[in-house]
């Protein structure tokens, strides 16, 4: 039997296969039938190229429809999806190719020839090209491909997606979900949204990550509904597509901008069914601001590369902000002493280490086993690195990271690796990265360096420096320079310390 995802969509497929699965602004895109067709010729294309049930695809392009067709290719193949950040530099893209050993590059037409390079040192056996415009190399090979494919069956435990996500170390991790992983996420959130084929999601994520891939096309392929698919966020835009939808799902960087435009008012919204947040904290203020200008309270969500959604605020209930809601149906949740080596609860109400267990939780780290007996405990718990607690409520609180991570704009960013190369810089002694609140992506990349007596960098010479070597989103947005960094009596950087004194840097 097979149990994959797309499996799982063709047991949703709308009774009218000529009802639009994607449409883009300029009136292009995929019906179902089309989405049918164009992932069957897609997935022989793959198979030409000789890749197989378990190969890893590397896809590093620009979002477009035919990205997802491309996707839902390789599942029906059998072959494992590695998206990566379009934003990643040729020196990041060199630990993942390595890493993961893919069969298939698909790159951006741009990039080509840097792929290739990269191909070659890596050992990669074939680079093909995917652009926004649907072409391209590999849109070349699927033009005249038969529109059937008799889609290779696979278990629920075997692998759909390899998906990085940084440790404090510096070293890329590769998740590894299953499709059951998606298929549990994805009916659960159907069922908690009631997302029907009758909904409409304006789509302005990216589709490298799981908040845009497997949250919004899983959910909405599930439930036989649609999406208006944007290029990228535009914030003018989308307040002017909004009548043709009913849902969004967005990162709090969306609502605060939305909140910028004169134009969003209750009669802006009165069409709109649900509005989503996630990826990133939504601050108890926008949700208010959103709540009073709009009346519609946004519901927001919590999630993490490794599991997917965990819990969410009720459709149909109070929204409480500064609360992610209940867990989903099939997770388990708990609140443990991060403290102890072994799992001990703490009561309602105390702060602790957030682990989830369930169907949706990933296989673990792909070529670790070490860091995957690390964080996946042996009655099935994962760490997931976050503080916070039960109110007595019932309502999940996250109040912090026990990992030293930040979140900018929906993005992850790990201190470690931008340390590493700005101690490298002319001038400076030491560096500590940090996040503080920032109005508009939630928090800001933040370097404080120490600088040696005769030759300070400037602010812009760093940025300067790092331009080219690190993904846009992980470069800082301000560096202050101070004469040392606070440590405790053990020498440890207290960053605590660091980001009070920064706090109020971009408000």
């Not at 602004?25 to 089309?34: K, R, T």
């Not at 998740?175 to 084929?197: D, F, K």
């Not at 966020?233 to 989308?238: C, I, N, R, S, T």
């Not at 004469?483 to 207290?494: E, S, T």
């Amino acid at each position: 039997m097979n149990q994959s995802l797309f499996a799982e969509v063709g047991k949703h497929l709308p009774s009218d296969l000529s009802k639009p699965f994607i449409r883009t602004p300029l009136g292009g895109g995929y019906s179902y039938a089309d989405m049918l067709r164009s992932t069957s010729q897609f997935a022989h294309a793959l198979v030409e190229l000789g890749v197989q049930p378990g190969d890893r695809v590397a896809v590093q392009v620009d979002k477009s429809p035919e990205t997802v067709m491309l996707y839902l290719a390789v599942l029906r193949a059998g072959a494992v999806y590695l998206p990566l950040n379009s934003g990643y530099t040729g020196d990041e893209l060199r630990y993942f190719l390595d890493d993961a050993e893919p069969s298939l590059f698909v790159c951006a037409p741009a990039f080509e020839a840097q792929a290739r390079e990269l191909a070659k040192v890596s050992g990669v056996a074939h680079v093909e090209t995917l652009g926004d415009a649907g072409d391209g190399s590999l849109m070349d090979r699927v033009h005249g491909k038969p529109g059937r494919f008799a889609d290779v069956e696979r278990a629920a435990s075997d692998l759909a997606a390899i998906l990085y996500t940084s440790g404090t170390t510096g070293r890329s991790k590769g998740a590894m979900i299953s499709h059951g992983n998606l298929v549990s996420n994805a009916r659960a959130l159907v069922g908690a949204w009631q997302i029907t084929s009758e909904d409409w999601l304006l789509h302005a994520l990216p589709i490298f990550h799981i908040h845009g891939l497997f949250v919004a096309c899983n959910s909405l392929l599930m439930a036989g509904g649609s999406m208006l698919f944007l290029s990228k966020f535009d914030v003018a835009q989308m307040l002017r597509l909004l009548p043709q939808v009913n849902l969004l799902m967005g990162v709090p960087t969306f609502y605060t901008r939305l909140l910028d435009q004169p134009g969003l008012s209750r009669e802006a919204v009165a069409h709109m069914r649900l509005f989503i947040s996630g990826s990133a904290p939504l601050t108890a203020e926008t949700h208010k601001a959103f709540s009073e200008r709009t009346g519609m309270a946004i519901l927001e969500r919590y999630g993490m590369t490794e599991t997917g959604m965990n819990t969410s605020n009720p459709l149909d209930g109070e929204r409480i902000a500064g609360t992610v809601g209940f867990p989903l149906p099939g997770v388990e949740l708990r609140i443990t002493d991060p403290a102890q080596a072994e799992p001990t609860l703490l009561p309602q109400g105390e702060p602790g280490m957030i682990e989830v267990r369930g169907p949706n939780v990933f296989q673990g780290y792909w070529r670790m086993p070490e860091k995957t007996a690390e964080e996946l405990r042996a009655d099935g718990y994962f760490m997931t690195g976050d503080i916070g607690f039960v109110d007595d409520r019932g309502y999940v609180q996250i109040v912090g990271r026990n990992k030293d991570m930040i979140i900018s704009g929906g993005f992850n960013v790990y201190p470690k690796e931008l340390e590493e190369i700005l101690d490298t810089l002319p001038g400076v002694v030491e560096s500590a990265v940090i996040g503080v609140p920032h109005p508009d992506f939630g928090e800001g990349v933040t370097a404080v360096l120490v600088a040696g007596k005769d030759q300070a960098p400037t602010e812009a010479q760093v940025l300067a420096a790092l331009d080219g070597k690190l993904a846009r989103f992980k470069q800082p947005k301000r560096v202050m320079v101070v004469d040392a960094l606070p440590r405790n009596v053990m020498g440890k950087v207290q960053k605590n310390v660091l980001r009070e004194q920064f706090k109020a840097l971009y408000s």
